[in-house]
């Protein structure tokens, strides 16, 4: 079993930062790739960022410049440094992960995982 678990969400005035954790953990053979997705009141779930392992960022058009994504392999986290927060920013935010386990004698297998959440709030 693995299991992402987030920290960091809140409340903020617009203009602001706020940092997002994300840490992995369980039976993890390798992370392949991590990231943040969010959902806002009646919108679909969109991409944020995503880090693949010795890869390059990559990050929504929208949060380019102003959010920077980050990590850790050591401590199998990520993090989301949210800078310049707009009102439009107001979502949930779920970390991601692209993960493969041993699944006994079937091999290495990855798959999709996903945190509970974390809400972030931008007023103006």
């Known amino acids: 079993q693995v299991q992402l678990v987030e920290s960091g969400g809140g409340l903020v005035q617009a203009g602001g930062s706020l940092r997002l954790s994300c840490t992995a953990s369980?039976?993890?053979?390798?992370?392949?790739?991590m990231g943040w997705y969010r959902q806002a009141p009646g919108k679909q779930r969109e991409l944020v960022a995503t880090?693949?392992?010795?890869?390059?960022?990559n990050y929504a058009d929208s949060v380019e410049g102003r959010f920077t994504i980050s990590g850790d392999s050591a401590k199998k986290t990520v993090y989301l440094q949210m800078n310049a927060l707009e009102t439009e920013d107001t979502a949930v935010y779920y970390c991601f992960g692209k993960i493969a386990v041993i699944c006994g004698s079937i091999g290495i297998q990855e798959y999709d995982h996903w945190g509970q959440g974390t809400q972030v709030t931008v007023s103006s």
């Open positions: 880090l693949t392992t010795g890869g390059a960022p």
């Open positions: 369980g039976s993890i053979y390798r992370i392949n790739n």
